[in-house]
């Protein structure tokens, strides 16, 4: 079983940028995707970004083409988002999250999650 840790999260203001990272306990990490999703105060968690357990496949939330990068070193076990142009509805609660199907956009389709990392964005 996987285990999932995140890290990365901050308070900075508009425009700055930040990388979250999750690493994962476990031998399987290369068999599963990943994916980031987000969760801000009294909203449902959105989906951000996903990748194949090959790198060959990335979609993301329309809200951060462009802005957002999520890449995976499967050597160390560990994922990555890497956020730029931070805006302030960027913030909630980042999570990190494992799953056994092809290209998972919704949160059902992941069974493994970490505890989260909280982005804070100040205008």
């Known amino acids: 079983q996987v285990q999932l840790v995140e890290s990365g999260g901050g308070l900075v203001q508009a425009g700055d940028s930040l990388k979250l990272s999750c690493v994962a306990s476990?031998?399987?990490?290369?068999?599963?995707?990943m994916g980031w999703f987000r969760q801000a105060p009294g909203k449902e968690r959105e989906f951000v970004a996903t990748?194949?357990?090959?790198?060959?496949?990335?979609d993301y939330l329309e809200s951060v083409k462009g802005r957002f990068t999520i890449s995976r070193d499967n050597g160390k076990n560990t994922v990555y988002l890497q956020m730029n142009s931070l805006k302030p509805e960027d913030t909630a609660v980042y999570y990190c999250?494992?799953?056994?199907?092809?290209?998972?956009?919704?949160?059902?389709?992941?069974?493994?999650w970490g505890q989260g990392t909280q982005v804070a964005v100040s205008s």
């Open positions: 990748i194949a357990y090959t790198g060959t496949r990335i």
């Open positions: 999250a494992a799953s056994t199907v092809y290209n998972p956009t919704a949160s059902s389709q992941y069974d493994i």
């Open positions: 476990g031998r399987t990490f290369s068999r599963y995707t």
